[in-house]
């Protein structure tokens, strides 16, 4: 079995444009040393997506509805990260630029960690 898509154009004698879609759902049959072909069902009237899905079950492939069959274990926060690039390319932002904000960041980072094991006192001997 397979869905067998046909395409038409037809231009009125107003000059108006139509275009026609039709999905067919075809058997190949063999008759002899001739193979014809019979139509099972008309799926014209289908939405699209739903087509693709028929289309995609007959060719095999094991469909699964969203987010069904999936557990979230862990997420992590990227949100700010996101934002933060986001901008950086609407302000036109280059890549030195950039570069030199996430070494900046890693800066303070490291000052601020070695200000906390100060004051708690643990050092590295």
């Not at 087509?51 to 999936?70: H, N, P």
């Amino acid at each position: 079995m397979h869905v067998a898509t046909t395409r038409r154009h037809y231009v009125g004698k107003d000059g108006t444009e139509r275009h026609y879609e039709t999905h067919l759902l075809r058997r190949s049959v063999r008759e002899g040393t001739k193979v014809r072909n019979e139509t099972l069902a008309n799926l014209s009237h289908l939405p699209d997506e739903l087509i693709d899905a028929i289309r995609a079950g007959l060719a095999g492939k094991t469909l699964v509805v969203a987010g069904e069959g999936l557990q979230l274990t862990r997420a992590l926060p990227h949100g700010h990260l996101a934002a933060v690039a986001t901008m950086a390319k609407t302000l036109g932002l280059r890549e030195p630029a950039w570069e030199s904000w996430r070494l900046h960041t890693l800066e303070a980072r490291m000052e601020s960690w070695t200000r906390t094991r100060r004051r708690s006192g643990t050092r590295r001997s």
